[in-house]
Nanobody, 136 residues
């Protein structure tokens, strides 16, 4: 059983919106940095967005800046990815992933991910993925 569960994917027309949700199964997300990755057929998995454990640091891939927004809701124990102005090239399976973030590293996890210092292997907990398909 995977510890994270994604939902909210689906089929949408170009220009449309979707909100992905990431829920934890049996544990709190409070001390974890959460990232969204995506993988399209025939392509490598890429990081899309990341939010620090405090929520104060967020990072985005250049391809989604200005269109996607990551957020976390501690009360709901959820992390969201709001995706607006979707494009066909956003079509992929989207995964949320988590990694613990020490106090000294708060905010650095996401920065290191965006700089390529960290990658998917630094995130130990994953969900099963949710399919996002954007039609042209």
């Amino acid at each position: 059983q995977l510890p994270l569960v994604e939902s909210g994917g689906g089929l949408v027309q170009s220009g449309g919106s979707l909100r992905l949700s990431c829920a934890a199964s049996g544990f709190r997300l409070d001390d974890l940095a959460i990232a969204w990755f995506r993988q399209a057929p025939g392509k490598e998995r890429e990081d899309v967005s990341c939010v620090s454990s405090t929520g104060r640091t967020t990072t985005y891939a250049d391809s989604v800046k200005g269109r996607f927004t990551i957020s976390r809701d501690s009360a709901e124990n959820m992390v969201y990815l709001q995706m607006n102005r979707l494009k066909p090239e956003d079509t992929a399976v989207y995964y949320c992933a988590a990694t613990s973030e020490s106090t000294w590293a708060t905010g650095r996890t996401c920065a290191w991910l965006s700089q390529g210092i960290f990658n998917a292997t630094n995130f130990g907990s994953w969900g099963q993925g949710t399919q996002v398909t954007v039609s042209s």
